[in-house]
């Protein structure tokens, strides 16, 4: 009998080994990303204030973004860095009109001209 449940496992352990690699797909390389936010002029969530009135800037405009519907995974996931009140978004997007919603969600909860976005647009 405890051969039988060790050949089973085996055989199932070696049955989830044949998918091909190439399904994979390829981890995006940040490299140059990383490099320019290295230099210090770019906010980075290093910059994010501790005080509470922006964590909860923060938090509202998270919570209002993910309200959005149809939004892509990469834009449910931007960053969002607040410092005495000003807002920065960065990260990719799926699309033009994503870009504009999430803007514009920042924009309602933090005031338009508090607000700076470096959203970049996915090629397509």
């Given at each position: ?22 399904n994979k797909p390829a981890d995006r ?13 770019n906010a980075t969530p290093f910059d ?59 924009k309602d909860a933090a005031g338009a ?12």
């Open positions: 009998m405890r051969y039988l449940f060790l050949s089973l496992g085996l055989m199932l352990l070696v049955s989830g080994c044949n998918e091909p690699i190439a390389d940040n490299t140059a990303v990383n490099e320019r936010d290295a230099d210090g002029d994010q204030s501790n005080d509470q009135a922006d964590i909860d800037l923060v938090a509202k405009i998270r919570a209002n973004v993910l309200e959005i519907d149809d939004l892509s995974t990469n834009g449910r996931n931007v960053k969002i860095i607040t410092n005495d009140g000003n807002v920065v978004l960065r990260g990719p997007v799926a699309t033009a009109a994503e870009r504009t919603a999430i803007e514009q969600v920042a001209d508090k607000v700076t976005s470096q959203l970049e647009v996915e090629a397509e």
